[in-house]
């Protein structure tokens, strides 16, 4: 029988008649004959399952044989391979007898049975590549086109000759391999085809996750000790611990002597007046000190007042951010301190040392903590040095290095009320204040979750299995669980106080106020250690935020083509995004060529003729990251589709780099956003006034200022308003939690991405087609420092797991918000959902730990990959929830797995890319392909064409946006919406402390279930703004 390889080798006429008539005749035997339909009624629901799982994997031609090479890099590579190996190793250890019979009887380390395997799977490659070439010849006819390029045709005949030699390999590989009987030639022919697969890529590489390092959590209490010396301190910040000046005098003049006088002369110079980058002196912080009379007292009395304090280490944010969000940690206080007075023509700087302060004003300082112990522990998870100084058996205080500022002011006689001469350094310590509390209802007793009643209900009809799954968990009994709550504490709360405040339900922080009053010369509290001054942050205080980018081959990475390292007080507020663009003039026209042509009546594009695939072996791309507008750092990446590896993280004074990677695509558009120490009210208006102001824009029909629109602000901002809602909302039910549940949580600097998503069909390396495929969610980092204030450890654990729950959830829930239309709803996926989605459909959900780790991978069918990443998981001490099979969801295949650390709270929660987040799936498919084509376009003719394609869409994401940013800044008492949010997080808490103290396999299980129902109820609290 003639191969159809042979076909694909003649001339085109012949592939397009016999080849074509081959795979018609191929499809009815393989799937329509008689013989097949039977063998189709007989097959296992396993087996069925397979074959829908195919299908969605099958869709085109160029799919097709992808997914088929993939299965035969699989079953090769990790499934016989692994057989022959423990076939080889047995052998080895036989007896004299075993090797007697062994000699008379085939020594072949394939079986028969598995030579078959891979023989039908050779065959269904071989007509998965007739059919695929055939469409692949076709193209060559679309790139004969006159307006296309040279270039393109020179790729796709080098393209063309790569596979083909690549898929020639692979054959010959095969037909050795299945013609060997001698056990040592099969196992080097299956030596020789195992490197060649390994060597070519099918799929994108799925993102593992390193146990150890599990993305979402609290930081480790592991700062330093504080410094005891001057030199010792002078080290750690990167600050010589005298100037040269006085290493000059003390040649000949006693340092003590040197350092007593110098401190009472010491003058102020221009770097004392000169703004930062830390202490900026922005128009909003000018127009402050001129309202504060450029006034030295009334300077430090609203910074004290009105700057709330947050417990950690380094210059983070700056002064203008710290403005902003009205909250900072010592370093980021003073900064704003000193910009204030540097503004005002005071001269400002830092002075950084160690100190000691009562253990009761620092339980007050760090938020109400009511045990040392926590106290302590929130000031080690910030990262600032400190040690505890007991005193008969007891906490009597901490020392703690800390920093402020000094102005000099005219302190004799006026001590700083009037802005006279000036004579002396004195210190402001604007972040060192104490707390009034005002306790707000308990209203987990008052109302209490009937934990145990759901339990026996789920459980009198859930099965429960002791290997560690459970299965039929009633969907509609948890439903009823949550009305029933929700409508318990509406009416409890309305009906005891229907005029309150949130503040007033749920308890208040006020800082004691300080009135305006002459200066002191002394600080707040009694004890300086040592101390060091500086008109600047040293390099060695200051966060550090890294993006890199690199290609491989043969499995190692290059340099990176795109490298970017910024103090987080230079990105604090912007907007940070990588995009690809054409990487020169011909590969913009060749993607132009595939724009469809206008119109000739109307002059418009039609947005359904929108194509939402490229062939990315004939386009080059270049990377480009920008901060802001600004483009910081570009480089070419290769072709549109390849694969290349990302890095990207925070240095921190204490714990230096900590880095993530993921594996991303050429040409999909990513939005990065930082959450440094919460977000604030004045970035969410930046973002809602560039959205309007492109809608405005959009909607005017006015060529040349939709032809200004740039892709930032075309596909950045929506995604960027995307992300930034993520972390705001999250912040939001996070004070409401820990105030609720009797926690201190603090948010340390965190950050994620929102992004296109593209899929490729990999031919041996090359990607042959990309298509946009949805918007994915990667939340790589997720940190706060949190204690409860009792410090009992095991509700702290309580409200990680109800926490990390519903920080997953809304990876799902906030872009299907902000990008449902009233007519079409968005539907994404996330690890919560797709667990409680398969648990809906009838699947075992699988909780895994050591002790039955080795029945559930044998119950379980999820990607090799995945299965990989669980047992690495669970041998380093990890429990795992996921379900047994995965989804299919809206034309793909999608499932969900949590990797949770049971001593320390940590978890990452991941979805099937390997990506920490959700994928937004279905979304109208406007706003697919715009993005798509404006993801990678810099300046186009026929792009305002394609822009008005998506007008429509995204007056529907503005207008949600507008009512989120609504929602965040102005609901001042319990309106509507934020009435469920604060039912809906009271409910968490109280659910997932009552599930906390529940054993047994049905319990996590339950609480991923619950927060899915409490998400999914929640969906239009949003979307009523207040």
């Not at 009105?306 to 951010?321: D, E, N, W, Y």
């Not at 039910?733 to 998503?757: C, E, H, L, N």
């Not at 730990?849 to 380093?876: F, H």
């Not at 609504?966 to 509507?976: A, Q, R």
């Amino acid at each position: 029988m003639i191969s159809p390889i042979d076909y694909i080798r003649n001339a085109v006429w012949l592939m397009r008649s016999t080849a074509a008539l081959l795979l018609v005749v191929f499809n009815f035997v393989f799937f329509f004959s008689p013989t097949v339909l039977a063998l189709e009624e007989q097959l296992t629901d396993e087996e069925r399952y397979q074959n829908k799982i195919d299908e969605i994997f099958e869709t085109t031609p160029d799919q097709k044989l992808a997914y088929r090479l993939q299965k035969l890099k699989e079953s090769v590579t990790l499934e016989l391979s692994g057989k022959v190996v423990d076939r080889v190793q047995k052998s080895s250890k036989e007896g004299l007898l075993d090797k007697v019979i062994s000699f008379f009887s085939s020594d072949a380390v394939i079986n028969k049975s598995e030579l078959e395997e891979i023989s039908a799977l050779k065959s269904s490659i071989e007509f998965a590549y007739a059919e695929a070439m055939l469409g692949f010849e076709q193209e060559a006819e679309i790139l004969n086109n006159p307006k296309v390029p040279e270039l393109a045709r020179e790729r796709y005949q080098a393209a063309k000759a790569e596979v083909t030699g690549k898929f020639d390999q692979l054959i010959e590989k095969l037909n050795v391999l299945l013609t060997q009987e001698d056990g040592d030639d099969q196992q080097q022919a299956l030596n020789d085809l195992i490197q060649l697969l390994n060597e070519s890529q099918f799929k994108k590489t799925h993102t593992a996750e390193d146990p150890n390092k599990l993305p979402w959590g609290t930081p480790e209490n592991k700062a330093r000790k504080p410094a005891e010396t001057l030199s010792e301190l002078s080290a750690n910040i990167g600050v010589d611990a005298y100037p040269a000046s006085m290493q000059l005098a003390s040649a000949v003049i006693p340092m003590g002597a040197v350092l007593s006088s110098l401190k009472d002369f010491e003058k102020p110079g221009a770097s004392e007046l000169a703004p930062t980058m830390d202490a900026q002196i922005t128009p909003e912080i000018q127009a402050l000190a001129d309202q504060l009379n450029n006034n030295v007292v009334e300077i430090y009395t609203w910074v004290h007042n009105k700057i709330l304090f947050v417990p950690s280490h380094g210059s983070l944010q700056g002064a203008q951010m710290t403005l902003d969000t009205k909250r900072g940690n010592a370093m980021d206080t003073a900064s704003l301190t000193i910009a204030l007075l540097r503004a005002s023509n005071i001269p400002a700087r830092y002075v950084y040392g160690t100190v000691e302060i009562p253990a009761e004003k620092i339980m007050n300082w760090v938020g109400g903590a009511k045990n040392a112990n926590a106290a302590g522990a929130l000031l080690g998870q910030g990262g600032i040095p400190n040690v505890a100084i007991v005193s008969g058996g007891k906490i009597k205080s901490f020392r703690l290095e800390h920093v402020w500022a000094e102005a000099y002011v005219d302190f004799e006689p006026s001590r700083g009320l009037k802005n006279g001469s000036r004579d002396n350094w004195i210190p402001l310590d604007t972040s060192f204040k104490q707390y009034e509390f005002t306790e707000g209802e308990d209203l987990g007793q008052t109302v209490p979750f009937d934990a145990d009643a759901l339990i026996s209900e789920m459980q009198a009809n859930s099965m429960v299995n002791n290997d560690g799954w459970v299965q039929g968990v009633p969907q509609e009994n948890l439903e009823q669980a949550i009305n029933s709550y929700q409508q318990e504490l509406t009416d409890y709360i309305k009906t005891q106080n229907p005029d309150a405040t949130v503040g007033e339900v749920l308890g208040l922080k006020d800082v004691k106020v300080v009135e305006p009053k002459p200066l002191s010369s002394g600080l707040p509290y009694k004890h300086i250690v040592t101390s060091n001054t500086f008109s600047e942050v040293p390099n060695n205080l200051r966060y550090k935020f890294k993006y890199t980018l690199s290609t491989s081959e043969n499995g190692y990475l290059s340099s990176p083509f795109i490298s970017v390292v910024e103090p987080t007080v230079k990105l604090a507020g912007k907007k940070l995004g990588l995009s690809f663009a054409p990487a020169t003039e011909n590969d913009e026209q060749i993607i132009a060529s595939y724009l469809p042509e206008p119109d000739p009546v109307t002059g418009e594009i039609d947005p359904d003729s929108l194509s939402d695939t490229l062939p990315g072996y004939t386009i080059n791309m270049k990377a480009e990251f920008h901060i802001n507008n600004d483009l910081k750092s570009s480089g070419i990446a290769g072709s549109m589709g390849s694969e290349l590896h990302e890095s990207l993280g925070y240095w921190s004074p204490v714990y230096g780099w900590e880095l993530s990677s993921n594996k991303i695509t050429a040409g999909e558009y990513q939005a990065i956003g930082l959450d440094l120490q919460g977000t604030d009210a004045a970035y969410a208006a930046k973002i809602q006034s560039g959205l309007e102001e492109t809608k405005a824009k959009l909607d005017s029909d006015d060529l040349d200022q939709i032809d200004s629109l740039t892709k930032q602000e075309l596909v950045g901002d929506l995604l960027q308003a995307t992300i930034f809602s993520y972390f705001a909302l999250n912040n939001l039910q996070d004070d409401i939690a820990a105030q609720q549940s009797g926690m201190i949580s603090y948010r340390m600097p965190s950050y994620g991405k929102f992004s296109t998503a593209l899929s490729t069909s990999y031919w041996f390396g090359m990607p042959r087609n990309v298509s946009a495929s949805g918007l994915v969610m990667d939340v790589d980092r997720v940190s706060n420092s949190k204690v409860d204030k009792e410090n009992n450890t095991t509700k702290r654990l309580a409200f990680d797991k109800m926490v990390g729950n519903r920080y997953s959830a809304m990876e799902h829930q906030v872009p299907e918000l902000l990008y449902s239309k009233e007519d079409e709803p968005a539907e994404g996926i996330s690890a919560i959902k797709a667990i409680a989605l398969a648990s809906a459909e009838g699947q075992k959900i699988w909780t895994i730990k050591q002790g039955n780790l080795s029945v559930a991978l044998q119950n379980i069918n999820l990607p090799n990959d995945v299965m990989t990443e669980i047992r690495n998981a669970v041998n380093n001490g990890k429990i795992v929830t996921t379900h047994e099979q995965p989804l299919s969801f809206y034309g793909s295949q999608q499932y969900g797995y949590i990797i949770l650390d049971p001593n320390t709270g940590a978890g990452a929660y991941k979805i099937g890319s390997g990506a920490n987040g959700g994928f937004l799936k279905k979304l109208d498919d406007l706003i697919l392909k715009g993005q798509f084509w404006l993801g990678f376009f810099k300046g186009l003719k026929k792009k305002n064409l394609v822009t008005k394609a998506i007008t429509k869409s995204l007056g529907q994401i503005v207008t949600v946006f507008t009512n989120a940013y609504k929602f965040l800044t102005e609901c001042k008492d319990l309106s509507l919406a934020l009435m469920l949010t604060l039912v809906f997080t009271l409910m968490s808490v109280a659910i997932a402390i009552a599930l906390f103290f529940v054993a047994g396999p049905l319990a996590f299980p339950l609480s991923i279930g619950l927060a899915y129902v409490e998400d999914y109820l929640a969906d239009l609290v949003i979307a009523k703004g207040c």
